[in-house]
Antibody, heavy 119, light 108 residues
Framework: QVQLVQSGAEVKKPGASVRVSCKTS????????ISWVRQAPGQGLEWMAW????????NYAQKVQGRVIMTTDTSTSTAYMELRSLRSDDTAVYYC????????????WGQGTRVTVSS | EIVLTQSPGTLSLSPGERATLSCRAS???????LAWYQQRPGQAPRLLIS???SRATGIPDRFSGSGSGTDFTLTITRLEPEDFAVYYC?????????FGQGTKLEIK
């Protein structure tokens, strides 16, 4: 079955960077892309960005463009999202989710990674 | 950027009743690329509906989606205890792929 397993919780100081991993299984990694979605405490969902595991094409929300770096490792079927210059309002649960193309729905989700930004 | 407005913010119903959730877009959603997700407390979201009306794999037929253009509806007939959760709509036809603010479906 399709699974996306994310790395564990992180606590970072303002200005630092965080890297979240999303290890996939149960499907052909390069046939799909990965979107990243975050959810601040008690808030709704915010789409951040998408990367194709096939050709590396990327699409970003303007709010995070320039601070988000997404990569994929096809040898381990793992996607990574690095967020730089962290601020307190980056505190959130970060989800990876599978999407075949940039304009397709998110059909399988990881369990989420809690990132806390605090001095 | 398309803004999605969901209503009501909270819906209080009893098991067995019918739920109707609304999602209104600030401009027409490209190719009706509108999805609905369910999020239970402490869990990741789960895809229910894509393309405004197509149920995702394994989703019970008591869930149905309808609508086009700027007005979309998620209907849940015969509410089960596990259906009480937060529901989000999302458009995915043109970046950025924004979500609505959510509707909380709570037990009356």
């Amino acid at each position: 079955q399709v699974q996306l397993v994310q790395s564990g919780a992180e606590v970072k100081k303002p200005g630092a960077s965080v890297r979240v991993s999303c290890k996939t299984s149960g499907y052909t990694f390069t046939t799909y892309g990965i979107s990243w979605v975050r959810q601040a405490p008690g808030q709704g969902l915010e789409w951040m960005a998408w990367i194709s595991a096939y050709n590396g094409n990327r699409n970003y929300a303007q709010k995070v463009q320039g601070r988000v770096i997404m990569t994929t490792d096809t040898s381990t079927s793992t996607a990574y999202m690095e967020l730089r210059s962290l601020r307190s309002d980056d505190t959130a649960v970060y989800y990876c989710a599978r999407a075949m193309l940039v304009d397709t729905a998110l059909d399988h989700w990881g369990q989420g990674t809690r990132v806390t930004v605090s001095s | 950027e398309i803004v999605l407005t969901q209503s009501p913010g909270t819906l209080s119903l009893s098991p067995g009743e019918r739920a109707t959730l609304s999602c209104r877009a600030s401009q027409s959603v490209t190719r009706n690329y509108l999805a609905w997700y369910q999020q239970r407390p402490g869990q990741a979201p789960r895809l229910l509906i894509s393309g405004a009306s197509s149920r995702a794999t394994g989703i019970p037929d008591r869930f149905s989606g309808s609508g086009s253009g700027t007005d979309f509806t998620l209907t849940i007939t015969r509410l089960e205890p596990e259906d009480f959760a937060v529901y989000y709509c999302q458009h995915y036809g043109s970046s950025p792929f924004t979500f609505g603010q959510g509707t909380k479906l709570e037990i009356k």
